[in-house]
DNA sequence: ATCAGAGGTGTTTTT
DNA sequence: CACCTCTGAT
């Protein structure tokens, strides 16, 4: 049926049949990585007999997922659909679900989403007494988040006391909460199915043996516990193919380990290793430029990669006068490839930080330019998917308090803090469900109150009355009003919006039902808070993206923007060798998203913080081999620091050779805060300020010039 | 209990 | 600039 050999080269060949040993694949962009990953599960399932459900498959997306099984059913048909595919997350869920209890876990658990645990952050940080302003709660969530991911958390230790304000107060109240709630958050989903894993040999065994082939996608981008759940379940001859690309690892700072695929073959007994470097995605012009950049990085295996298209496109450089002058220049572009017969979905505006695609928006809205913001905020974010959603949950879940706030005040029904404190006082001192303290409180409320609390609880009962998922979705939005709310309380456009988007909740669940027809509530739930905006489908419109998002993703036009010292690279990467190697290979990512043609753009100046600041070029457009700016795009005349091309030890900013009126890059000094380096400067005169990175005290700051002294080397 | 307005604060990137 | 939280007025 599949002819191997003819449908693949030697290398992906080669990826696809050896199946005994552990194999890494190093695939390099646009050589073909997705295609290896499908032909290797058909090839283990009609040649090899391996049985669908006992393969598993990661990747990095749940949208990646979807993709792969889709393109895997044309190649194996329906027993696509028994294949384990999925997120690291979305995997240990399921498997959580199955033995959950095997770490203490009861049947019904809920995840809490996003925001839902920044709130409880909050909460927990407003009980300890800590002052929010000089402690964020955002900190302590992040500190928690990472350390839920570390291997210690995983054994159960609890973070450093002292290492941060009174953290393990923070970490143990906000766990004890959590349980109480019958709650476990994003992390835990990993840490706690490999604590699982390490508790119960007998579970451990159980996947370990059903799952005969494992296979990871993305493998650069994994990090220390989800490699400990490979492992785990592979040991360390197992029968585990890895995909990655070294060169494509940029979630570091996220706590990936780049070291999972340098260090692959000392992880694992009898590794054979397969290189694809021949690329079928982009012109060979953007290939170079890819190649000559990743050569600065001095932290990687080595490859180098081979255009195998014939195709010509366009790839060129612009420096415009200000953020303004980029966005129109895009927007020109992208009517001018429009009008040569580019679909919109073809094209992508790319950028460092999601909030540049403002200026984009604006104007592709101007010439109505059909557009697309990925990464925004997601379907199941959106305030008034979040409202009735949270109907939902507390009737899921009656110990969860951070919906039984929020729904039971939104609509406002007379009822607020003060009462909600006190119930939920109630229910924790006497260890009951939320909706049991409220009946048991209820004589002591007042009328007005009480009838707020029956109309409620109505509602709840009401639910309690369907057993399909949309039926209750529906009822919900039937019984709360929640349309006339929105109508009464928002302008007409955005209540249109929103009420467009409510039917979509419906719909949603429709289609849950129809996937998974023996999904409960629960699972639904569930599902809403591991959905990401990079899930949801696009259209034929034009992307709009942060680089982060656009990993797997390619289009036949790409603007790549924004290449600024401070902007990208990053601030607090510029000092910093290994940040500024994940920065570059960042960029090498955005580079290599490009088809045909590639438009690298850089603004003399933009508004930052609220005023506009001037930023250098970026280092990488010199490393990418663009020297100068093209002349018709320039109208300014001012020089910028420029720096010796290959250079290794990136850039030590040369201070000297920077012109007067920009000081970006320059090396100073500051009587109180030490050395620094200006990432650009603002203002006029004796008012002029410098943004400047101070290495040993806190970071970025700004600073009036006149303060500064300049270093000279 | 709710809302509007002031004022302070801080920005990467996301499963 | 844009967001968020706190405050004081209804």
Redesign the pocket.
């Known amino acids: 049926m599949i002819n191997y050999k003819n449908e693949l080269n030697q290398g992906q060949y080669e990826a696809v049949v050896r199946t005994e040993n552990p194999l890494l694949v190093l695939a390099g962009a646009g050589t073909g990585k997705t295609r290896v990953i499908t032909y290797r599960i058909a090839y283990l399932i009609n040649e090899i007999g391996i049985e669908p459900e006992r393969i598993l498959a990661v990747t ?3 949208k990646a997922a979807e993709e792969m099984k889709h393109r895997l059913r044309g190649l194996v048909g329906t027993a696509a659909s028994s294949v384990w595919m999925g ?3 979305s995997i240990s869920l399921r498997i959580l679900r199955r033995d959950g209890s095997a770490v203490g876990l009861k049947p019904g658990f809920g995840v809490i989403d ?1 925001d839902d645990r920044m709130a409880l952050f ?1 909460e927990v940080i407003k009980t300890l007494k800590i002052d ?2 000089k402690y ?1 709660p ?1 900190q302590y969530m992040n500190k928690i988040s990472w350390f839920k991911n570390t291997p210690q958390y995983v054994e159960r230790q609890i973070p450093d006391a002292g290492s941060f304000h009174r953290i393990d107060e923070v970490f143990r109240e906000y766990q004890k909460r959590l349980d109480e709630q019958f709650l476990i958050d ?1 992390d835990d989903m990993l840490s706690l199915t490999i604590r699982m894993f390490e508790v119960s040999e007998e579970v451990r065994q159980y996947y370990s043996s059903m799952f005969e082939h494992i296979l990871v996608d993305e493998y650069q981008d994994t990090n220390a516990i989800q490699f400990m759940f490979l492992r785990l379940l592979a040991g360390r001859s197992g029968r585990i193919c890895v995909v990655g690309d070294d060169d494509q690892s940029i979630y570091g ?2 706590g990936a380990d780049i070291r999972n695929i340098l260090e692959f073959d000392k992880h694992f007994e009898d590794v054979e290793v397969v290189k694809l470097t021949e690329n079928y995605r982009s012109t060979a012009d953007i290939i170079a430029r890819a190649n000559t950049l990743i050569k600065n990085n001095a932290m990687r295996r080595g490859k180098e990669l081979t255009a195998h298209l014939e195709m010509e496109g366009a790839l060129e450089h612009h420096s415009l006068l200000n953020e303004t002058s980029e966005a129109d220049f895009v927007t020109k572009m992208i009517s001018k490839y429009a009008d040569e017969g580019v679909s919109y979905g073809d094209m992508a505006v790319l950028y ?4 540049q695609s ?1 200026n984009f928006e604006v104007n592709l809205n101007k010439v109505g330019i059909p557009y697309k913001v990925v ?1 925004g905020t997601a379907f199941y974010q959106r305030r008034e998917i979040k409202d009735l959603l949270s109907y939902l949950r507390f009737f899921d879940n009656s110990f969860d308090s951070v919906s039984f706030s929020r729904s039971l ?1 939104t609509p ?1 029904r ?6 909600i404190d006190k119930i939920r006082d109630f229910a924790s001192k006497n260890a009951v469900s939320l909706i049991e303290a409220v009946k048991q409180m209820f004589p002591s409320f007042s009328r007005n109150q009480q009838e707020g609390f029956r109309q409620y609880v109505g509602i709840m009962d009401h639910l309690a009355s369907f057993t399909k998922v949309s039926d209750m979705v529906n009822g919900v939005i039937e019984r709360t009003g929640y349309k006339d709310y929105v109508l009464a309380n928002e302008s007409e456009e955005e209540a249109k919006k929103r009420i467009e988007n409510i039917h979509e909740l419906y719909n949603a669940a429709v289609a849950f039902e129809e996937t998974s027809p023996e999904g409960t509530l629960t699972d639904f739930l569930a599902s809403t808070s591991l959905s ?3 899930d949801e489908a696009s259209g034929d419109r034009v992307s709009l993206m ?1 680089i ?2 656009a990993k797997g993703l390619e289009f036949d036009t790409v603007f790549l923007t924004g290449l600024e010292n401070g902007l990208f690279p ?1 601030y ?2 510029i000092d910093e060798p290994e940040q500024l190697e994940e920065e570059r290979r960042l960029c090498y990512v955005g580079i290599t998203r490009a088809k045909r043609n590639l438009y690298v753009t850089c603004a003399e100046s933009r ?1 930052m ?2 005023n506009r600041t001037v930023s250098a070029r970026s280092y990488f457009l010199e490393e990418m081999g663009f020297a100068k700016a093209k002349a018709s795009f320039t109208p300014s005349t001012r020089q910028f620091d420029r720096f010796q091309p290959k250079a290794r030890k990136p850039m030590q900013p040369q201070g000297k050779e920077a012109s007067s009126n920009s000081k970006a890059g320059k090396k100073v000094r500051h009587e109180k805060f030490g050395d620094g380096i200006v990432i650009s400067t603002s203002g006029e005169g004796a008012s002029e300020k410098a943004e400047v990175f101070f290495k040993n005290a806190g970071g970025l700051k700004k600073i009036v010039t006149a303060f500064l002294t300049f270093v000279d080397e």
């Open positions: 990095f997306t749940n997120t690291f997350h996003q909050r929010h302003k964020p955002k994003f700072w996220r460092r930080t999601n909030a403002r990464g005040t406002s007379g009822i607020g803090t003060t009462t990401t905006s990079t942060t982060h998002s990053l607090g990467s508004i913080y609220g």
